[in-house]
């Protein structure tokens, strides 16, 4: 069964906006994870947060984690063209340890 | 980027070819992934082997026969595949299950 569901499945934003990808997942996690891929390359990993956490940074990325509804989001600040790629959302869940669950992505264009 | 390697990177064989994959790691990483990325998919795990063992096969059929002779390499024995078998096959590793996932760019590959 499929654990993790991005939404919005694609979103098209302006060069220096924001962009934010949202994933929920079903059963209670060890930790959860975002990856970046970018067209006709493997998964770039991003950020991990644990379960006991409720926000990390790094550089311009933001992840928040809602366990209470089960839900993540990940906050890019003054995206860039390079910023265009799809976004994976996975999920290492309590009952299944280290066997990562993606979501189905949100494909991110970030035009110039 | 990648310190994990795939050959070939594109692949097209007949449904009564016999072929491999291949993955090399260089970090030291005891888990490694065989992961199908098809199109409107979520990534599907194939199967996990952590210290050189077998720790997961997901229903996968037996056209699919993994190999992983040292903690560096591991490999994907293909035959008779169905042209549905037709995807990005991925490979990754991990220090341990559970922890962020390297990845490599993959085999494109293509069923007759």
């Known amino acids: 069964s499929q654990q993790g569901e991005e939404d919005p499945q694609a979103l098209s934003i302006q060069e220096g906006e924001n962009a934010t990808m949202n994933c929920s997942y079903k059963?209670?996690?060890?930790?959860l994870q975002w990856y970046r891929q970018n067209s006709g390359r493997g998964l770039v990993h991003l950020i991990l947060?644990?379960?006991?956490?409720r926000e990390k940074h790094s550089g311009r990325l933001r992840v928040t984690l809602d366990t209470s509804k089960k839900s993540s989001s990940l906050l890019i600040t003054a995206s860039r063209a390079a910023d265009t790629a799809s976004y994976f959302c996975?999920?290492?869940?309590?009952?299944?340890?280290?066997?990562?669950?993606f979501g189905q992505g949100t494909t991110l264009q970030v035009k110039p | 980027e990648t310190g994990v390697t795939q050959t070939p990177r594109h692949l097209v064989m007949g449904m009564t070819n016999k072929k491999s994959l291949k993955c090399e790691q260089h970090?030291?990483?005891?888990?490694m992934y065989w992961y199908k990325q098809s199109a409107k998919k979520p990534l599907e795990l194939m199967f996990v082997?952590?210290?050189?063992?077998?720790?997961e096969n997901n229903s996968v059929p037996s056209r699919f026969s993994p190999e992983c002779p040292n903690s560096s390499h591991l490999f994907l024995h293909l035959h008779t595949l169905q042209p549905e078998d037709s995807a990005l096959y991925l490979c990754?590793?991990?220090?341990?299950?559970?922890?962020?996932?390297?990845f490599g760019d993959g085999t494109r590959l293509s069923i007759l």
């Open positions: 990754a590793s991990s220090q341990e299950m559970g922890q962020p996932q390297h």
């Open positions: 059963t209670s996690i060890n930790n």
């Open positions: 947060i644990r379960s006991n956490e």
């Open positions: 996975a999920t290492d869940r309590s009952s299944n340890t280290g066997k990562l669950i």
């Open positions: 970090l030291g990483h005891n888990a």
């Open positions: 082997y952590s210290l050189e063992e077998r720790v």
